[in-house]
């Protein structure tokens, strides 16, 4: 049963009783249940948030583009939370400090202040009844690249015009917005667009 676990971790006065690490307990799961797998690119982590930077940028600008299968994965993991977060903030469902931090996350993944402007105006009302478990963007393989004989894929925003896939419909649940008011904070509110402010 605990064949992976490593001679250390026996308890001495106890063989019966075995103690797994807790470095082995801590795995990030996603909303369905399935592990989280970090895509590391090959690359420096510099260099590799200036690249998915970018790709955020023209995926959210064409909704649409084809690269290698992995970062296909790393980029729907680094695009699907700004989904989530431009919701919150056009929907009201956090305050004014909240608001603030969210679109400060989002600025810092792409580099475009029009990628910021679609995700508010256009995917924050598109994906507005879409579960998060169903996901925002797809990963589609393709082919094999010719030169090195990659795996390539498609990557895509579901519920957009021309999808390759239909995806199912969306249910609309009132649960889910619920009419809050917050106290102002005119600290924060200075510094967010003024189209995204409740009156208060």
């Not at 103690?19 to 592990?35: A, E, Q, Y």
């Not at 583009?65 to 989904?83: C, I, N």
């Not at 990659?150 to 021309?162: C, K």
């Not at 649940?173 to 106290?183: A, G, L, T």
Request: proline residues 6%.
């Amino acid at each position: 049963m605990f064949s992976n676990v490593s001679k250390a971790h026996v308890h001495l006065n106890r063989p019966d009783i075995m103690l797994i690490s807790s470095r082995s307990m801590k795995i990030k799961v996603d909303n369905s249940g399935v592990p989280i797998q970090r895509y590391r690119l090959g690359l420096p982590t510099p260099e590799r948030y200036a690249l998915l930077r970018k790709m955020t940028d023209v995926l959210v600008e064409h909704e649409r583009l084809e690269t290698t299968e992995r970062k296909a994965h790393a980029l729907k993991t680094w695009v699907e939370p700004m989904v989530r977060w431009a919701r919150r903030i056009k929907f009201h469902q956090t305050n004014d400090r909240g608001k603030y931090v969210l679109q400060h996350k989002m600025a810092s993944r792409c580099e475009k202040e029009e990628t910021l402007d679609k995700m508010f105006e256009t995917m924050a009302d598109r994906y507005k009844w879409r579960s998060n478990k169903d996901g925002f963007v797809r990963v589609i393989p393709t082919r094999r690249r010719i030169r090195d004989d990659a795996p390539m894929a498609f990557i895509e925003f579901i519920d957009r015009e021309g999808e390759v896939y239909k995806a199912k419909p969306q249910i609309p649940n009132q649960d889910w917005y619920p009419e809050k008011h917050y106290k102002r904070i005119d600290k924060y509110r200075q510094q967010l667009k003024p189209q995204y402010l409740e009156d208060t």
